[in-house]
T-cell receptor
């Protein structure tokens, strides 16, 4: 079974703090993704990575950066947390392609910024 | 970008009833997934189904790619089926999610 783990289920941070969210997958997947989920807005893609040290912006990258130094690990960084970044953050991974691009998700991190 | 519409937005059933959830999308895709989000927020993979029909127990799904829609069937629903069902579509590895269908199954 594919396993995607995230470093914390719940996190509370103060405005202005630097926040790291970590994601690890154990299936040797090339692609990894960070989404945020908000009521009424659904899931939106923040960043994705298709290889080590490679990244591309998703639909809402502002205020975030990412790091992928190893294939199995993808980190989301909030350089200076703000209250509008309070959200549920979901990490996912998928294989590179044939025969499937199926994405698998971690359990999520509920981040509250006060 | 691709537009994804799910219907209905909300659905309330009695245990044992059957239901059909629909996902319409605006462009050709080679990637389509159905997920169930449980009360703890975890997205559970139900089907990877860019085309054709698949069945898994009481759940089945059909995607008609040429007509740009997919259907998720839930038969003999149980209270544990409650939650939000998402359809996500895309080209290659990038997915766009619909807003979801909130299903409530009452005992």
């Amino acid at each position: 079974d594919v396993k995607v783990t995230q470093s914390s289920r719940y996190l509370v941070k103060r405005t202005g703090e630097k926040v790291f969210l970590e994601c690890v997958q154990d299936m040797d997947h090339e692609n990894m993704f960070w989404y945020r989920q908000d009521p009424g807005l659904g899931l939106r893609l923040i960043y994705f990575s298709y290889d080590v040290k490679m990244k591309e912006k998703g639909d809402i990258p502002e205020g975030y950066s990412v790091s992928r130094e190893k294939k199995e690990r993808f980190s989301l960084i909030l350089e200076s947390a703000s209250t509008n970044q309070t959200s549920m953050y979901l990490c996912a991974s998928s294989p590179e392609g044939h025969p499937s691009y199926e994405q698998y998700f971690g359990p999520g991190t509920r981040l509250t910024v006060t | 970008g691709i537009q994804v519409e799910q219907s209905p937005p909300d659905l309330i059933l009695q245990e044992g009833a059957n239901s059909t959830l629909r996902c319409n999308f605006s462009d050709s895709v080679n990637n389509l997934q159905w997920f169930h989000q449980n009360p703890w927020g975890q997205l559970i993979n139900l089907f990877y189904i860019p085309s054709g029909t698949k069945q898994n127990g009481r759940l089945s799904a059909t995607t008609v790619a040429t007509e740009r829609y997919s259907l998720l069937y839930i038969s003999s629903s149980q209270t544990t089926d409650s939650g939000v069902y998402f359809c996500a579509v895309g080209s290659n590895y990038k997915l766009t999610f619909g807003k979801g269908t909130l299903l409530t199954v009452n005992p």
